[in-house]
């Protein structure tokens, strides 16, 4: 039986989903940065903000609890980078992983973090700047990466709340 819900966030768009998800799920949701009442392998979903493809403190969160299912959040569209998720991160084939949008705060980024994706973005624009036929979801990241935005949406949530609901009855069957 799952727990908790436990997760790690920067700019506050994986918190937010976490939030969400304690209430569909009516779970508790902890921080990765705050204290956390559980006791070793307890069965958890863990939420990440995705950096480079890698969930971050999921490393971390495996090594201590009994992980269930994965939610990297990034600026990719939902659903858009599981394969990715789940090879970077050596995530075994039996934990359903899941990828939802979240957005992209440049005044909350600190430090490293700041200097990083301002960088990237600048040559990200201009490469998607230069595509002739832009995609819906092109055009969006485009807009994101110059004005930044906030994406989250309970849709993101969907496929991950539809495994839980399959998983639970499962479970009481």
Do not use: H
Request: hydrophobic share 40%.
């Amino acid at each position: 039986m799952i727990q908790a819900i436990l997760y790690l966030s920067n700019t506050g768009f994986t918190e937010k989903y976490a939030q969400l998800l304690k209430k569909r799920l009516n779970i508790p949701a902890y921080s990765m940065k705050s204290s956390i009442p559980l006791a070793n392998d307890s069965e958890i979903i863990y939420l990440g903000w995705l950096k480079a493809g890698f969930v971050s403190g999921y490393k971390k969160a495996a090594k201590k609890y009994k992980i269930r299912a994965v939610l990297g959040v990034g600026i990719g569209g939902d659903g858009s980078q599981v394969d990715n998720i789940r090879n970077a991160n050596q995530i075994p084939d039996e934990i359903p992983v899941f990828s939802a949008k979240g957005g992209y705060a440049p005044e909350r980024l600190k430090g490293l973090w700041r200097f990083i994706l301002n960088m990237k973005f600048k040559s990200d624009i201009k490469r998607y700047e230069q595509i002739p036929m832009r995609t819906a979801d092109e055009d969006a990241v485009l807009d994101m990466m110059k004005n930044g935005g906030d994406y989250v949406s309970e849709d993101g949530l969907i496929p991950l709340i539809d495994w839980y609901n399959s998983t639970v009855s499962d479970t009481n069957a």
